[in-house]
């Protein structure tokens, strides 16, 4: 079997090692995201939730806290590898100390995700134990989601660190993000559509129109307004018919046709001119 060396097929070796990094990157990816969680308990529910989560994946937030002579930093990453350490969800980094490994706050691995109309709750299981505090279980980190339209991933803020327990100690964090945001839906009717649809057609027919009469036809006045002779006579026979429907009082009747009187005419005495005649 030949085996291809750079010699004698450099940019055919080339090429192929090119590919499959891009095929393995692509792999990667598309493990990636959510779906590289692991729940406690895997139900549709949780893996749901999760799936809202989504445009926060492959994001560090990180925040800083001083606290007397005690300083750290902490990384959170949904479903990957915070601050690079394999597995880690929530890790802690002491800017005292400045150890090289960090402190697993929470493993993604040994995720739980519960939420609500416009909030979610991240808990990572399964953390580090303690030194001297809480029995010395396992840390656990819990992640508090909250809506916020104005921003994808907002600042990384630490709550509180309990601690003073004998057991179920936590961390606990808060994000503001608008990917656990309720989605807006319209709630418009159909009437109002098509009255806001003939307002805007109407609009359009005025604006046009003015413009049409003033600069083509050169009108002045009313005359700008479009079609001004026919909107003028339909409000005329609007006013007529409103006033015929509207109005209560009695109008003046029209003299009705009479015809002739049939009384005879009194006889205007003949007039005798006799009395002319020569006798």
Request: glycine share 10%.
């Amino acid at each position: 079997m030949k085996v291809v060396t750079s010699q004698d097929g450099g940019p055919f070796l080339v090429w192929t090692l090119f590919v499959q990094l891009v095929l393995c990157g692509s792999g990667v990816y598309a493990t990636d995201g959510t779906n590289s969680c692991k729940l406690v308990s895997e139900s549709v529910s949780e893996r749901k939730v999760l799936k809202q989560l989504e445009p926060l994946a492959h994001k560090n937030f990180t925040v800083v806290t001083k606290n007397g002579t005690e300083s750290y930093t902490y990384v959170f990453q949904l479903c990957g590898d915070a601050g690079g350490v394999p597995g880690a969800g929530v890790v802690q980094l002491d800017n005292i100390k400045k150890e090289e490994n960090p402190t697993v706050i929470g493993m993604y691995n040994s995720t739980e995700a519960f939420g609500g109309s416009d909030w979610v709750m991240l808990i990572y299981t399964n953390g580090e134990k303690y030194d001297g505090h809480c029995s010395k279980e396992n840390r656990k980190a819990i992640v508090m989601i909250s809506c916020d339209r104005k921003t994808d991933g907002g600042n990384l803020k630490v709550v509180l660190e309990e601690r003073e327990r004998l057991k179920d100690c936590f961390y606990l964090f808060e994000l503001d993000s608008s990917a656990v945001c309720p989605v807006i839906e319209s709630h418009i009717s159909t009437g109002s559509i098509i009255l806001i649809m003939g307002f805007c057609l109407l609009a359009v027919y005025l604006i046009c129109g003015f413009i049409y009469q003033r600069l083509i036809v050169g009108a002045k006045g009313m005359e700008q307004f479009p079609n001004h002779a026919f909107w003028l006579e339909i409000g005329n026979l609007t006013a007529d018919g409103c006033d015929f429907v509207c109005r209560s009082r009695k109008q003046e009747e029209a003299p009705a046709y009479r015809g002739a009187a049939t009384e005879p005419l009194e006889e205007e005495p003949e007039e005798r001119d006799d009395h002319l005649l020569p006798m």
